[in-house]
């Protein structure tokens, strides 16, 4: 019987494949998460995964470099938010200003005529 020996890709110039990758469940309980959830973000979200003999595999760089882009998208959409909400800010004072001093005007006993 032959002994194989063990063949080193980095030695024929090729990297090897990432041998660290999520399985759905452990991405799942990474995020805190139902599986279904997992396989919701990856079909409808765009979490990136790849198929290893038909089943989903995460790479976790993948799905750190996912998140961070979120976190970005979700920030840059809050501060515009802040920025739309700024502008409107005094309008919205004043119109609450004259409303205040219509009804003040409303309500005041009307000055008899002498």
Same mark, same amino acid.
């Given at each position: 019987? @032959?002994?194989?020996?063990?063949? @080193?890709?980095?030695?024929?110039?090729?990297?090897?494949?990432? $041998?660290?990758?999520?399985?759905? !469940?452990?991405?799942?309980? %990474?995020?805190?998460?139902?599986?279904?959830?997992?396989?919701?973000?990856?079909?409808?979200?765009?979490?990136?995964?790849?198929?290893?003999?038909?089943?989903? /595999?995460?790479?976790? $760089? %993948?799905?750190?470099?996912?998140?961070? $882009? /979120?976190?970005?998208?979700?920030?840059?959409?809050?501060?515009? $938010?802040?920025?739309? +909400?700024?502008?409107?800010?005094?309008?919205?004072?004043?119109?609450?200003?004259?409303?205040?001093?219509?009804?003040?005007? +409303?309500?005041?006993?009307?000055?008899? !005529?002498?």
């Amino acid at each position: 019987m @032959h002994k194989r020996n063990p063949v @080193h890709p980095e030695e024929f110039g090729v990297l090897p494949v990432p $041998q660290f990758l999520l399985t759905v !469940a452990q991405a799942a309980a %990474a995020l805190n998460m139902a599986q279904s959830s997992v396989y919701e973000l990856m079909n409808e979200e765009g979490l990136p995964y790849v198929l290893v003999k038909g089943a989903k /595999r995460i790479s976790p $760089q %993948a799905l750190q470099i996912w998140i961070n $882009q /979120r976190q970005c998208s979700t920030i840059a959409a809050l501060q515009q $938010q802040l920025r739309a +909400s700024a502008m409107e800010t005094p309008a919205s004072a004043s119109e609450a200003e004259k409303s205040r001093k219509r009804r003040t005007r +409303s309500t005041q006993a009307p000055k008899k !005529a002498s």
